[in-house]
């Protein structure tokens, strides 16, 4: 019987990785996010596993349940949701805070990680089994200046792994959370919009996480004997302490 895992966001960084570790250890993948072509290139890339992918912004609530429903008999299995889709919008006091970042970050990393769990649970649930993944963040643990919202959506993001883990457990469901600290993806590149130079220095000085070191994780989680669920991990990088104290050469 094949194993199926979505994974939210994997056009770039942690799910993109996610997509091709998934892969390597079995999962025939289901690749989400919004940049269709990217996910044409990943599907072309994996070469183990069928990859079937859906174009959606997680925001829409429509979309996200029509592409859902829209999966194929074959497709619906599915045993494992990586809830990765999301980003930082801006890094800013709260008194100077722009509306449109608070959205963004909200509607994706809270809102859209709901909205793809509520139209794939029925699937898990029809058969009593299913890991479900939240990616949250050092960020939803520890507040930095300047995160306010950010932090705010991930914090919620370790509130909703708990809530599901809670109200899961009875059906069969696995719900875990990885909390990684400074990895180096397209993260802040979004974060400052754009600012691919401004985006460098929040990386440089020590050896910041890959995307594959999470992946990693992730793989070694779902792959965990039936009874077994590892169901919170904190990963930084070695010259990571705190969301603030990196042990910076520069
Ligand atoms: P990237 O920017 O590299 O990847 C973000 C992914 O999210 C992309 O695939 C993007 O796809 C997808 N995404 C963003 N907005 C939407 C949307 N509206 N609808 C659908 N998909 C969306 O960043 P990371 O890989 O670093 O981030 C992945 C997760 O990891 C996020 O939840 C982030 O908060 C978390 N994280 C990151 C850390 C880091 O230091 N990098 C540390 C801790 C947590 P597309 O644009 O194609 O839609
Ligand atoms: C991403 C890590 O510290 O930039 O969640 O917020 S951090």
Redesign the pocket.
Known sequence: MARIALV?????????ATAFALAKAGYQIIA????LE??QELQQQITEVPVHTLA????DREAVQAAISSLPEEWQGIDVLVN?????HGLAPVQSGNLNDWD?ML???VK?LLYVTHAVLPLMLRRKKGHIIN?????GKEVYANGNV?CAS?FA?DALSKGMRIDLVQEGIKVSEV????????????RFKGDKERAATVYKGYE??R?ED?ADLIAFMVTRPAHVNIAEVMILPAAQASSTVVNKQV
């Open positions: 939210t966001g994997a056009t770039s960084g942690i799910g993109r989400t996010g919004r940049r990217r996910l959606f912004d997680v925001r990765n889709a999301g980003n930082a963004a509607d994706i990393n859209g990616i949250g963040s050092i960020a950010y991930k993001v909390n990684p600290g400074l990895v180096e993806t397209e993260f802040s590149e979004v910041p996480l995307a999470i």
